[in-house]
């Protein structure tokens, strides 16, 4: 007997998921055919019903419907009609089979009116949730996180259920959270609360403040609201003085790629030389004849090596110009400052001139390569992009580079020497112009590398250098001339400086406090922050 019982048991365990599927069959066919209706709120039952079945083949007529494709045959079949010649090629909406084709006569369309279609948005949105693609079910999520409402809770639930994703259940679990917020149920509503409290999104905060105003809360409830809006608004101060670091040391990498040519020309030299700019602009330009070669010549696959060989091509280009320059005539103003500084800031109005002559004013796009696009996003909102992290990675590489070179190659001996007693270094047998030449070249060099980091967070113009330079002259000044170090310094401390007093005092009035802080700075610590002993220096 308990063998014939054990038996029947099995069988019906085994026919209860065939037993469940053909009632949701069943059901699906029911709201099917009351979309037919001519009760408009029969219609709006139905599609609110179809939206929480969570039946992918809802999503297939819930769009027909909403995009005037739902028609019902003679026979009072619903079927999906799409215009095919004279006539319309029918789809069977339960399993996506032809029907063949029939004329207009045939068939007559299910209407909707506005209120309907936005049920039927409603509706797809909470579809979504059961989409076979990860990204539909996660933008689904999203979408219920910023429109919460006690409707969405069934399907919410149901999804969240059915979900495998980690990453999207989290993000089903504070959608659910956020409509259960408006709950009669006291105990309910504080579990929602409790699910929100690690967040760092302001949309959350915004949505616990707007259920803390509410009328006829539970204390309990209250103090729970109050005590979460106190932690998230911590977190998220916190998160944006984290944001405010990095563009910080974003802005101050830029400086530093920009002003270290300028330490060694300006700081090592003593030449102010005004067309610091324009090199910075050249780089950029080499940058963008490169990407324009690549394009032309390679086959697509390699246009994203382009930028790596930007470099060097932009380094040699802008060398080579800084030698002619310094070569034709700089060499003949040294210990004449003011000479050349005009000198040079004509030198920089022919070169804007000739770039506008050879590609024209309108500003050049260069584009970032598949690497260096996207970023890393991070709890709270904050997203930072591949391009200005490789910039901050590249310019403490450059800076590597130079100490290297300064520190343990014979043209860096000799270029300290001729920079601490040019007649001493003369006298032991090292050529003080070709050092001078050189040296003017690895400043110029290095600004044309400076052009390539450049390249990737702006657009390419004529004026690029202009924007760059008063900022790298500070940043050489209060750090102190000449020295590597001070121009690490001074660029990190100046980005960090100006995007702490941007959100207090915009853009331009904190340049002009920064300026400020600089004079007052000079004049009781001329020589910056970091002082190098040598001709320039104690002259």
Not at 329 to 337: E, N, S, V
Not at 408 to 425: E, I, K, P, S, Y
Request: with cysteine; glycine share 10%; charged share 15%.
């Amino acid at each position: 007997m308990m063998r014939v019982i054990r038996f029947f048991l099995l069988v019906l365990l085994a026919l209860a998921p065939l037993c469940g599927a053909a009632h949701a069959a069943d059901d699906f066919q029911t709201l099917l055919a009351q979309l037919a209706s001519d009760d408009f709120d029969a219609k709006a039952a139905a599609i609110r019903a179809l939206g929480a079945l969570g039946d992918p083949r809802a999503v297939r007529v819930l769009e027909a419907l909403s995009s005037d494709g739902l028609y019902t045959t003679s026979d009072h079949k619903v079927v999906i009609a799409v215009e095919s010649g004279d006539g319309y090629a029918l789809t069977d909406p339960i399993d996506g089979k032809s029907l063949g084709t029939v004329t207009s006569d045939a068939v007559d369309q299910v209407m909707v009116n506005n209120s309907l279609r936005s049920d039927v948005e409603s509706a797809l949105a909470g579809l979504m949730l059961f989409s076979p693609r990860r990204e539909d079910r996660q933008r689904a999520a999203n979408d219920a996180l910023k429109h919460p409402a006690p409707g969405r809770i069934p399907g919410l639930k149901k999804a969240l259920a059915a979900e495998q994703d980690d990453e999207v259940r989290g993000t089903l679990r504070k959608a659910l959270a956020a409509a259960q917020l408006s709950s009669t149920d006291k105990s309910e509503q504080l579990a929602a609360i409790a699910t929100l409290s690690d967040s760092t999104s302001p949309e959350i905060y915004n949505l616990l403040a707007e259920r803390r105003n509410a009328s006829n809360l539970d204390p309990a409830v209250e103090k729970a609201l109050d005590a979460e809006l106190h932690a998230i608004a911590q977190r998220i101060r916190i998160i944006g003085f984290a944001a405010t670091l990095f563009e910080g040391l974003s802005l101050g990498s830029i400086l530093l790629l920009a002003a270290i040519g300028l330490a060694i020309t300006f700081g090592v030299m003593g030449v102010i030389n005004m067309a610091h700019g324009e090199m910075i602009m050249l780089g950029a330009y080499a940058t963008y004849v490169v990407q324009q070669l690549f394009g032309a010549f390679l086959p697509p696959q390699w246009l994203d090596a382009y930028l790596v060989a930007a470099v060097p091509v932009a380094f040699v280009v802008t060398a080579l110009v800084g030698v002619a320059l310094e070569r034709g005539i700089i060499r003949f103003l040294y210990g004449r400052p003011l000479e050349t500084l005009l000198a040079t800031w004509g030198v920089s109005l022919v070169l804007q001139q000739l770039v506008r002559t050879i590609f024209g004013a309108p500003n050049k796009e260069v584009g970032n390569p598949a690497w260096m696009t996207g970023g890393i996003s991070l709890p709270g909102g904050v997203f930072l992009t591949w391009n200005r992290l490789v910039i901050m990675a590249f310019c403490f590489v450059v800076l590597g580079l130079l100490a290297l070179v300064l520190r343990r190659t014979r043209f860096g001996l000799h270029m300290r020497a001729v920079t601490q007693n040019r007649d001493m270094a003369a006298a032991m047998g090292i050529p003080t112009a070709r050092v001078d030449a050189l040296t003017f070249g690895l400043g110029s060099g290095i600004a044309g590398i400076a052009g390539v980091a450049l390249s990737q967070i702006g657009n390419v113009s004529p004026n690029l250098g202009g924007i760059y330079i008063v900022d790298s002259f500070m940043v050489v000044v209060f750090g102190g001339v000449g020295s590597l170090l001070g121009t690490l310094a001074g660029a990190m401390t100046l980005g960090i400086v100006n995007k702490l007093l941007e959100p207090v005092a915009g853009a331009v009035l904190g340049k002009v406090v920064v300026l400020v802080a600089i004079i007052l700075f000079i004049q009781k610590r001329p020589r910056g922050l970091f002082a190098l002993k040598g001709r320039v220096a104690e002259s």
